[in-house]
């Protein structure tokens, strides 16, 4: 059963074609009305049971210092080196030409 709030198969039951791990999470391959659809099992019954306070306090510190770290590291790249700009749409200490990655 889908029980992901806001799915819109939520609260329907759909036949498991197949299941696959991936990247450490299960993915079930369903039908669904003659299409066939994935559900992380997380947001099947077949998932852990949802948590009744799924943030805390502490979670929320955690994300907030992840933002701040990377709004910071965003600003940090933008500064252009030494003075130079960085608004001509080429990275800095590469020349025109040269492709980096």
């Keep these: 059963m ?3 709030p806001f799915h819109p198969w939520r609260g329907r039951r759909l036949r ?3 299941a696959r791990w991936a990247k450490g999470r299960l993915t079930f391959f369903c039908d669904a009305e003659g299409m066939r ?3 992380p099992q997380e947001w099947t019954d077949r998932g852990p049971e949802p948590s ?3 943030l805390s306090v502490e979670s ?3 994300l907030r210092a992840l933002v701040d770290a990377l709004q910071s590291g965003a600003s940090a790249g933008r500064s252009a080196p030494s003075g130079g700009s960085v608004e001509s749409g080429e990275s800095p200490g590469t020349s025109p030409g040269k492709g980096g990655l």
């Design 37 to 39: 659809i994935s559900l």
């Design 2 to 4: 889908v029980t992901h």
């Design 16 to 18: 498991v074609l197949a």
């Design 52 to 54: 009744d306070q799924p």
């Design 60 to 62: 929320l510190a955690v």
